[in-house]
């Protein structure tokens, strides 16, 4: 028996609800109902109303230099203590190492972010410290970045 190989182009229009998805050509239909799909939106940071990642840096660099009494610290050394204190969150790494540098106002990058904030100072290779005065919650800036 001979063969051919040819190629003959079809229109298709896929759909996606829940976890089926539908795949329909001309007058047929296919639905797929795949097991362990998520449905819903997107898997998203919810923080708590009025909160943004930028309240957990600092409360991340805070409670570092409280507890280590150590005043330089790492990107990753507050994100995994961002991690131990809020779990239930899916926290990313590549967006928390974007809200540490947006914190640290001598950064070289610091000028790339339109959401700046004061809250750190950049020693140099990977290195930090808490800005002065902002050890304690009652010396919070406001959002024009003075002090309250």
């Not at 190492?97 to 339109?114: C, F, K, L, M």
């Not at 800005?131 to 309250?148: A, D, H, I, M, V």
């Amino acid at each position: 028996m001979a063969e051919a190989t040819f190629t003959i182009p079809v229109t298709a229009t896929v759909s996606i609800e829940g976890s089926s998805v539908t795949v329909k050509v001309l007058e047929s239909l296919l639905t797929v109902k795949i097991e362990g799909l998520e449905a819903g939106p997107g898997k998203r940071l919810h923080l708590g109303r009025g909160k943004t990642m930028f309240d957990l840096v600092l409360d991340a660099a805070r409670a570092y230099v409280r507890d280590t009494g150590e005043s330089e610290f790492s990107a990753a050394d507050l994100y995994h203590i961002a991690l131990a204190e809020h779990p239930e969150l899916e926290l990313r790494r590549n967006s928390w190492g974007s809200h540490i540098v947006a914190s640290a106002a001598n950064h070289p990058s610091y000028r790339h972010y339109t959401s700046r904030h004061r809250y750190l100072r950049y020693l140099g290779k990977g290195r930090y410290s808490l800005e002065p005065g902002l050890l304690s919650p009652q010396n919070e800036p406001n959002e024009n970045g003075t002090r309250k």
